[in-house]
C-alpha cells in the first residue's frame, strides 16, 4: 500500500518561500512511468494542479505557477518536494501531493497540509 505524507510549516509570511515535501513509502519514486503531483485547494474554490515530477526526476509545471514553483526529489530519502517563491496570501490553501498512476488517474493521495500566508 502506498502512503504519502505532507510536512512543512503551517504559516508562511508574504513574500516568503512556501517549502513543503512528501514522503512516500509503500513504493519508490523511481518507479517507471508514475508522476508525482502537488496539487493545492484554496478555502472555497477547487483543486488547483501546481505541477509535477516523474520516475526520472522530469518537471512539468501549471503555467500559471511556473515562474514561481520549482519540484524536485530526494530518491535517497524517497521524497519530493515543493517550492513556491514569492507567496501572497492568495497561495493559502490546504496543499496535497498525490500519485498519477499507469490508470490515468490519480490514485494515491496524501491527507493534505494547510498553509496560511500571513504575516
Known amino acids: 500500500q502506498v502512503q504519502l505524507q505532507e510536512s512543512g510549516p503551517g504559516l508562511v509570511e508574504p513574500s516568503q518561500t512556501l517549502s513543503l515535501a512528501c514522503t512516500v513509502s509503500g513504493g519508490s519514486i523511481t518507479t517507471n512511468y508514475y508522476w508525482w503531483s502537488w496539487i493545492r485547494q484554496p478555502p472555497g474554490k477547487g483543486l488547483e494542479w501546481m505541477g509535477a515530477i516523474n520516475y526520472s526526476g522530469t518537471t512539468y509545471y501549471s503555467p500559471s505557477l511556473k515562474s514561481r514553483t520549482s519540484i524536485s526529489r530526494d530518491p535517497a530519502k524517497n521524497q519530493f518536494t515543493l517550492q513556491l517563491n514569492s507567496v501572497t496570501p492568495e497561495d493559502t490553501a490546504k496543499y496535497y501531493c498525490?500519485?498519477?498512476?499507469?490508470?490515468?488517474?490519480?490514485?494515491?493521495w496524501g491527507q493534505g497540509t494547510q498553509v496560511t500566508v500571513s504575516s
Open positions: 498525490a500519485r498519477y498512476g499507469l490508470t490515468y488517474m490519480y490514485d494515491y
